[in-house]
């Protein structure tokens, strides 16, 4: 038990509080939100009863009591922004959730358009170029399409294009060097 206002130290970053929590029955979100169907858009587990103060509410509950309350809120900051999720959500919805918080924030681009198993990284070498890493953590073949400026695949020596369709075999990874 906290006497203090919940949750804890992040409750002006994120400018709400609450002082209840309850187990998530035939609850969802109003309207699905993030567009992920009636079978993904519910709390599970636990779930917050929300109290904005200075943050937007993205989502609230639909249910007769707790639909007074804010399921999802976003609150400005000094110079950032915290997206406050108050419940367990499902994959499919924290994907949509992730994926609102990064174009929210100015970070979104084609890379956030692959998914898991695929997995992208980008960094500067000392020349100054652009080197970008996919790596494959699945025991299957995954097939995508190189969406950046063309380059040398580092490993085998060959050329990408942008727009080309690269493999990577299971468990294998590509680093390309951006032209």
Same mark, same amino acid.
């Given at each position: ?14 400018? $709400? ?107 500067? =070498? ?5 080197i970008r890493y996919y790596? =494959? ?11 950046h400026k063309s380059g ?22 590509? $680093?390309?060097?951006?032209?």
């Amino acid at each position: 038990m906290r006497s203090g206002r919940q949750p804890g130290l992040i409750n002006e970053v994120c400018g $709400i509080t609450y002082s209840q929590f309850t187990l998530p029955d035939h609850v969802s979100l109003k309207g699905d939100p993030y567009q992920v169907g009636a079978e993904n858009n519910n709390p599970q587990k636990w779930m917050e009863l929300i109290t904005p103060g200075t943050a937007e509410v993205l989502a609230s509950y639909a249910h007769p009591v707790w639909g007074k309350y804010a399921a999802i809120t976003r609150n400005k900051f000094g110079k950032g922004t915290a997206t406050y999720v108050g419940f367990m959500p499902t994959p499919m919805l924290i994907g949509g959730i992730m994926d609102q918080a990064l174009k929210n924030a100015g970070l979104w681009s084609s890379d956030q358009q692959l998914a898991f198993p695929l997995i992208t990284k980008k960094g500067t =070498n000392a020349q100054g170029k652009v080197i970008r890493y996919y790596f =494959n953590y699945s025991a299957s073949a995954v097939s995508f399409t190189y969406p950046h400026k063309s380059g040398k695949e580092l490993i085998g020596g060959q050329s990408v294009s942008q727009d080309q369709q690269l493999t990577l075999p299971a468990w294998d990874f590509k $680093i390309i060097e951006e032209q």
